[in-house]
């Protein structure tokens, strides 16, 4: 029986503001430990969830506003640019040259993530425009 009163609904709409924000709250806490270099397979099995559901949750969690803090932005984008790296790398081992290009594109991408947690530039400055 759905609520009649305005009351009614306003304590059903409350319920279902906190229990967004504790989902929010989770899917951040998760995208931490994974930019702090944690296992998203341990993560999973610790929470009891598939690592497809953990993988959708950070996805969701990467494109949220207001988007995460810098320094954990960029740790996200170390990471998955040193994973590309290691494909890369085991690809170049295989003998295939096309993996060069690759490895000449993820190189500089790398540096500027890497450059940017070291303080070398200015974030603010370089991105007012955008």
Known sequence: MPPTTRSER?????AARERRNAQRLKRRAW???VASG?????????QGVSVRALQRALKRAATEQPRENRSIH????????RRALQVTDAKIAEGDLNAVYALTRLLPLLKSYEDFEAGKYDYDKL????
């Open 74 to 81: 960029n740790a996200l984008q170390i990471e998955r640019l």
């Open 38 to 46: 944690e296992n998203r397979v341990e993560i999973a099995a610790e």
């Open 10 to 14: 306003e304590l059903l709409r409350q």
């Open 31 to 33: 995208l931490a430990r």
């Open 127 to 130: 991105y007012a425009g955008a």
